[in-house]
């Protein structure tokens, strides 16, 4: 824009008032595209295990580098046979809940023996966030939809994700944020098919623990949530262990020369 | 029928509560060839009678594939019947396209009725004067529905509609309330019989009926909705027949007469 300007037959105006006043002149108003999050929440992790789908995350909501709110609910039960779990912009994730009770709401009005299993909501979620972004609209968060549901085949277990800018996949482990480079690598060489309630937890506190160490938005209040057949079960929060008396952190000016 | 002062127009009620122009409606699909539908708790089957304008022409087509999972067969005004098929494929595509499932058929034939009713209600409209006997198969089974020119539906074991219905109708009254635990194959027999009763004394060949099935396999694989080819209606035809030729068989005839004292959830 600022190229432009020596162009221009008529000087005076700035980019910002000019395009005001084209917008203005076409009728429209000012852009009210989403450009930043403001409170946003931070990883989630889940991973299939031999019952349904565990997800866990820590329960901060910041607000920039303040970590402003302590007991966010990130993770929620979403009709019958699935759970979802939110990073990204808190208020954006409260609007695609107040989607999500609409629409199982009515499929629960139908009262006709069907139900929208995780694939539906997965699906459904995936063409809203696409829908959003390509009118410069984003809800800026990364979902994670997990959930089972009996299918003519047994229990089908279902797990996937979706972002901001609608890529969607299904995998046997997810995460977000900063689980995808921290807990993702764990995942990958630890998860394994049909493991047991206890040793999925173990494995998912052990990638909470990192993203507690290494990710400066993450607080030590975690809760975890599974769904299985007999439905969602969101658990209270809890703290991890956390261990820092590595010697390098006592007297740290040990090695440092100063004259002040 | 007869003529009133109040059966011009659709939005005119008369005296006694009725709307002479659905009920009017109602009576073009009565004029078109038979359809029946059945169904099991896994399977269900459409059979219709093809009747052709003349020698020289091919047959009306009278059933339809709506999506993967569910099919319809028609008796009426074909254009309209036509119309409201692409009407179904494009609410199972939608509904497929955001969430990535089957639409269950019960709210597939609901939308049908609510566009149906709109017509009972707008002058400016009429009624689709055609009646579609809606198969499928959901999460929660196969099920049969049949959908008339009112806006009015209702789920079935078994139905049929169109001419000669009637002889239809009374087969399948006797036999209905085995339909749950029948298997596929005799789903098909059962229908093509009552086809046949609806031809009053013409021969049921291949050429002369149509039959379609969907549903889903004991081990939980689907089987599409699909018409089954006319080769494989000829040779089961075939066996019906060498069947009949054969002294009846006590435990094929056993228990049918039982039947005729439970309600009837087929009279409209």
Redesign the interface.
């Known amino acids: 824009m600022e190229e432009q300007k020596w162009d221009q037959p008529m000087g005076g105006f700035n980019a910002a008032s000019r395009s005001q006043m084209a917008e203005a002149a076409a009728g429209g108003e000012e852009s009210q595209r989403t450009l930043y999050p403001y409170v946003t929440g931070t990883s989630v992790i889940a991973l299939k295990y031999k019952d349904g789908v565990i997800m866990a995350c820590d329960t901060g909501a910041s607000y920039g580098s303040t970590l402003r709110y302590k007991s966010v609910e990130r993770i929620k039960a979403v009709g019958k046979h699935s759970l979802i779990g939110g990073s990204g912009e808190f208020s954006d994730f409260q609007e695609i809940l107040r989607y999500l009770d609409e629409l199982t709401l009515s499929d629960h009005m139908w009262d006709d023996g069907n139900s929208l299993g995780p694939k539906e909501i997965h699906s459904y979620l995936t063409r809203v966030m696409y829908n959003r972004r390509n009118k410069f609209d984003p809800l800026w968060n990364a979902l994670v939809l997990g959930g089972v549901k009996m299918g003519p085949k047994g229990a089908e277990k279902y797990l996937g994700m979706v972002n901001m800018i609608g890529t969607h996949f299904e995998e046997n482990h997810i995460a977000t944020g900063f689980g995808n480079h921290l807990a993702i690598p764990i995942l990958r060489a630890e998860w394994s098919e049909d493991m047991t309630f206890e040793e999925a937890v173990k494995l998912v506190e052990k990638c909470l623990l990192v993203l507690l160490y290494r990710d400066r938005s993450s607080i030590n209040k975690f809760q975890v949530a599974k769904i299985t057949t007999e439905g969602a079960t969101i658990y209270p929060p809890y703290s991890l262990k956390t261990f820092w008396g590595f010697s390098h952190f006592e007297n740290p000016a040990q090695g440092a020369v100063g004259s002040w | 029928m007869f003529r009133n002062q109040y059966d011009t127009d659709v939005t005119t009620w008369s005296p006694q509560g009725r709307l002479f122009q659905v009920e009017y409606a109602m009576e073009a699909v009565k004029q078109g060839s038979a359809c029946v539908g059945l169904r099991s708790r896994t399977h269900a089957v459409l059979a219709a009678a093809n009747k052709a304008a003349s020698e020289l022409s091919s047959h009306q087509r009278k059933v339809f594939r709506v999506a993967e999972h569910a099919g319809v067969a028609l008796a009426g005004l074909t254009a309209d019947g036509r119309v409201l098929s692409r009407f179904l494929r494009s609410e199972c595509i939608n509904h497929s396209?955001?969430?990535?499932?089957p639409l269950?058929v019960?709210?597939l034939a609901l939308r049908l009725a609510d566009k149906a009713q709109v017509c009972t209600q707008r002058s400016w409209k009429r009624p689709y004067g055609v009646g579609l006997l809606v198969a499928g198969l959901?999460?929660?089974g196969a099920h049969l529905y049949y959908n008339c020119p009112s806006g009015n539906y209702f789920e079935y074991q078994a139905f049929a509609i169109g001419s000669r219905s009637q002889a239809a109708k009374t087969f399948l009254e006797r036999r209905f309330e085995k339909y749950n635990d029948y298997t596929p194959e005799q789903l098909v027999k059962d229908a093509l019989s009552a086809i046949k009763e609806t031809l009053q004394g013409e021969k049921l060949t291949s050429s002369n009926c149509t039959v379609a099935i969907v549903g889903?396999k004991d081990?939980?694989?689907?089987e599409p909705f699909e018409t089954i080819d006319a080769k494989r209606i000829q040779e089961i035809i075939d066996s019906m027949e060498a069947a009949e030729e054969a002294p009846a068989e006590p435990s094929a005839m056993q228990q049918e007469e039982e039947g005729t004292d439970a309600a009837a959830p087929m009279d409209i």
């Open positions: 396209f955001v969430y990535e499932s269950p019960s709210r959901d999460e929660t889903r081990d939980g694989t689907m």
